[in-house]
């Protein structure tokens, strides 16, 4: 329910803005963020890549008009956040300061993912000035994130 939400808080954004301002792909990060919130492991991960797929599809049905472009994005980023996820052990997800670099870089990876395959296809030009604002604006969403993560894994050590 929470991604609806996220989903929608996206779109309106998105519309309110009326497109001049870029809106940080909120309901990917919330899917990133619930892979690595999830407390029995890998119960969220077939899941999340269809919630990636159907938000991708509505995304693009709703703005783009291209089905499958932003879909492409979504589906990949959280492939590469599972397949890095399982290969860091269930004790280091926990551990150390420098951790919570890699929890950073792979919420990063959801928002830096979606939005570029649209400019690479498409070619640059002024697609990369929207890239790099909308990577400007969805940092302190990733730092809430980042804050929301080490929070949690806090409360349960």
């Known amino acids: 329910m929470h991604l609806v939400f996220l989903w929608l808080v996206e779109d309106l954004l998105t519309v309110f803005t009326g497109g001049a301002a870029q809106i940080p792909e909120l309901f ?14 890998r119960r969220f991960n077939l899941p999340a ?3 990636a797929f159907a938000g991708g599809i509505l995304w693009d ?3 783009v008009g291209i089905p499958g472009f932003f879909t492409l994005g979504y589906v990949v980023a959280i492939l590469i956040i599972i397949q890095i996820w ?3 052990p269930p004790q280091g997800r926990t551990s150390g300061n420098g951790f919570y670099y890699i929890v950073f870089a792979l919420l990063e990876i959801s928002q830096l993912l979606p939005p570029v395959l649209p400019v690479l296809i498409l070619g640059g030009g002024t697609g990369w000035i929207f890239f790099i604002r909308q990577q400007i604006y969805s940092l302190p969403a990733i730092l809430i994130c980042l804050w929301l993560y080490v929070r949690k894994i806090r409360r349960s050590n």
């Open 86 to 88: 399982e290969v860091i």
């Open 49 to 51: 890549i269809w919630i």
């Open 28 to 41: 990917i990060l919330g899917v990133a963020y619930k892979i690595l919130t999830d407390d029995e492991e």
């Open 61 to 63: 049905l709703r703005w």
